[in-house]
Nanobody
Framework: QEHLLQSGGGSVQAGGSLRLSCAGS????????MAWFRQGSGKEREGVAF????????YYEPSVEGRFTISRDNAKNTLYLQMNSLKLEDSGMYYC??????????????????WGQGIQVTVSS
């Protein structure tokens, strides 16, 4: 059975860093376009980082560009989100997601087939 298992969330002070992981099971993540979504308190879920299935292209939501890096380790079948220079507004539940297709930065949420369980990131002052 295919699923995504997330780890690495937690609490950090503003300006700090966290790395989120998303381990795939039952299928190879390298054949899917991967993404990280987040949902802040009282806000809609939004996509913040996307990685093409061939690993050649990335897209970042403007508020995280230059601070977040999406990457994948094919040998470990794991997706990562390195988050640096964290801000209060980065707090929220973070989800990894996978979908067929080369690049998915323009896909709606309902086009993603697989989702991680979500993990909380809290940035404090």
């Amino acid at each position: 059975q295919e699923h995504l298992l997330q780890s690495g969330g937690g609490s950090v002070q503003a300006g700090g860093s966290l790395r989120l992981s998303c381990a795939g099971s039952g299928y190879s993540l390298s054949t899917y376009c991967m993404a990280w979504f987040r949902q802040g308190s009282g806000k809609e879920r939004e996509g913040v980082a996307f990685l093409a299935n061939d690993g050649d292209d990335t897209y970042y939501e403007p508020s995280v560009e230059g601070r977040f890096t999406i990457s994948r380790d094919n040998a470990k079948n794991t997706l990562y989100l390195q988050m640096n220079s964290l801000k209060l507004e980065d707090s929220g539940m973070y989800y990894c997601a996978a979908t067929e297709g080369r690049m998915c930065s323009f896909y709606g949420e309902n086009q993603f087939e697989y989702w991680g369980q979500g993990i909380q990131v809290t940035v404090s002052s």
